[in-house]
């Protein structure tokens, strides 16, 4: 018998979900590898929760939730706000400097570009 097709709305919250676990995965600074065995999957099955092309079961969430430290409602949050949200410029760059700023081993260059991401938000003035 083969298997039903997934209706637009389910394939649509498979990919908010997966997106929603990429984004969290990335954030942590964590490869799709450590994440796999993590929650003791294949490399290419995290790949696959993280495209939405796998359906998460909900205990596998329930695994990937408590590894990411957040509520398993953290991954529906968005749906139903104008179908699934995109990712903006912003979100990706701040995404992508987690995960570069998890990748520096050395402390005191981590301090670094602490100290400089504060002063540049604080706008040079100095205050903390």
Do not use: C, W
Not at 80 to 88: N, P, S
Not at 110 to 118: C, D, H, K
């Amino acid at each position: 018998m083969a298997k039903p097709k997934r209706g637009k709305s389910t394939a649509a919250i498979d990919d908010h979900v997966g997106a929603r676990i990429r984004e969290r995965r990335i954030m942590l600074g964590l490869t799709q590898q450590q994440l796999a065995e993590l929650i003791g999957v294949t490399y290419q099955q995290a790949h696959k929760y993280e495209r939405g092309i796998n359906r998460v079961s909900a205990g596998r969430l329930f695994e990937i939730a408590r590894v990411l430290s957040v509520p398993v409602g953290y991954f529906y949050e968005g749906i139903g706000d104008e179908g699934t949200r995109q990712v903006t410029q912003r979100e990706r760059m701040m995404l992508e400097i987690a995960r570069n700023f998890a990748d520096i081993t050395n402390e005191r260059h981590q301090e670094a570009v602490s100290q400089l991401a504060r002063a540049l938000a604080s706008g040079g003035t100095g205050t903390s």
